[in-house]
């Protein structure tokens, strides 16, 4: 079992930056793949980034060259860097963990969820 929880989520300004956080809990994180997914109002909940334990990244085509996902296994952390924000970017994100080596972009084939951080980016 692994408990996640997110942080870094605030309001930014068009083109600006923001460093999102997941603290993970439980043992074996490393062999975990953890993934970024994010809900705006009314749509559904959509992948944004994904690294396996031996740091193979995914993307969404929406976010390729402005976001960036690394992991620390000692700190047992996983980060999403963003820049060049847009308002299209608004939505609460959600850190999720998959216990396999694989990383999808799949949302059903994440288990385990953090309770999500709220980022808003004004024009």
């Known amino acids: 079992q692994v408990q996640l929880v997110e942080s870094g989520g605030e309001l930014v300004q068009a083109g600006g930056s923001l460093r999102l956080s997941c603290a993970a809990s439980?043992?074996?994180?490393?062999?975990?793949?953890m993934g970024w997914f994010r809900q705006a109002p009314g749509k559904e909940r959509e992948f944004v980034a994904a690294?396996?334990?031996?740091?193979?990244?995914l993307y969404a085509n929406s976010v390729k060259g402005r976001f960036t996902i690394s992991r620390d296994n000692a700190k047992n952390t996983v980060s999403l860097q963003m820049k060049s924000l847009k308002p299209e970017d608004t939505a609460v994100y959600y850190c999720?963990?998959?216990?396999?080596?694989?990383?999808?972009?799949?949302?059903?084939?994440?288990?385990?969820w953090g309770q999500g951080t709220q980022v808003t980016i004004s024009s």
């Open positions: 999720a963990a998959r216990p396999d080596t694989v990383a999808v972009t799949t949302r059903n084939a994440y288990p385990y």
């Open positions: 439980g043992r074996s994180f490393s062999r975990y793949a």
């Open positions: 690294i396996t334990w031996t740091n193979t990244t």
